[in-house]
């Protein structure tokens, strides 16, 4: 079956724009996390999805970060007031059930310039 | 900041060596996964570990916890060139998160 889609796969913005990033997991997943991947390094936990609900955003580094997945299926990653810093590849990653200790599949990811 | 570490940080090989590579982390889990990452296939689960288990198999994968040392190890047997990639280890976080944390990764080059 098809896996985890993310899109764009590429995105470039100039500092101060808005973006907004797009996850389709795996029909009939639960959970739904976000994660950002900086070069060189392991992804970092964003933000948690239980279904339509967000149970966990402890990974947002500001509140320029915000998610969402109305639906329970399609999830939105929006960065406001893009940094340089925010250039990093964002992962999306879901799994069958709910809470932790169960496979995560994740996306290509999006690559995201802010310039 | 990431709690998990990967030893060694990058290791190159011979096509058909073995391939040993640690995780160690800092606070109690309930369980340890370990992830490949290449540029073709992005990131792929490879193995779960419990933390009430020691050893768990997967074909030429084998995974050892040990909790008392707050470590992991992953053996690759008779390595391939298709297992060169980025290896991460992830752990649950402290109760009460949802949060997953990866380790910094070793990367792997099999020569062939």
């Known amino acids: 079956g098809a896996g985890v889609s993310q899109s764009p796969r590429y995105k470039v913005a100039k500092r101060g724009q808005d973006v907004a990033l797009r996850c389709d997991p795996i029909s009939g997943h639960v959970s739904l996390f976000w994660y950002q991947q900086a070069l060189g390094q392991g992804p970092e936990f964003l933000t948690y999805f239980q279904n339509e609900a967000q149970l966990d955003k402890s990974g947002l580094p500001s509140d320029r970060f915000f998610a969402e997945r109305p639906e329970g299926s399609v999830s939105t990653l929006k960065i406001q007031r893009t940094q340089q810093e925010d250039s990093a590849v964002y992962l999306c990653?879901?799994?069958?059930?709910?809470?932790?200790?169960?496979?995560?599949?994740f996306g290509p990811g999006t690559r995201l310039t802010v310039t | 900041s990431q709690q998990g570490e990967e030893d060694p940080q990058a290791l190159s090989i011979q096509e058909g060596e073995n391939a040993t590579m640690n995780c160690s982390y800092k606070?109690?889990?309930?369980?340890l996964q370990w992830y490949r990452q290449n540029s073709g296939r992005g990131l792929v689960h490879l193995i779960l570990?419990?933390?009430?288990?020691r050893e768990k198999h997967s074909g030429r994968l084998r995974v050892t916890l040990d909790t008392s040392k707050k470590s992991s190890s992953l053996l690759i047997t008779a390595s391939r060139a298709a297992d060169t990639a980025s290896y991460f280890c992830a752990t649950d976080a402290t109760s009460g998160t949802y949060k997953y944390i990866f380790g910094t990764g070793t990367r792997l080059k099999v020569l062939a």
């Open positions: 990653a879901s799994s069958l059930r709910s809470g932790r200790g169960y496979e995560q599949y």
């Open positions: 570990i419990r933390s009430n288990e």
């Open positions: 606070t109690s889990i309930n369980n």
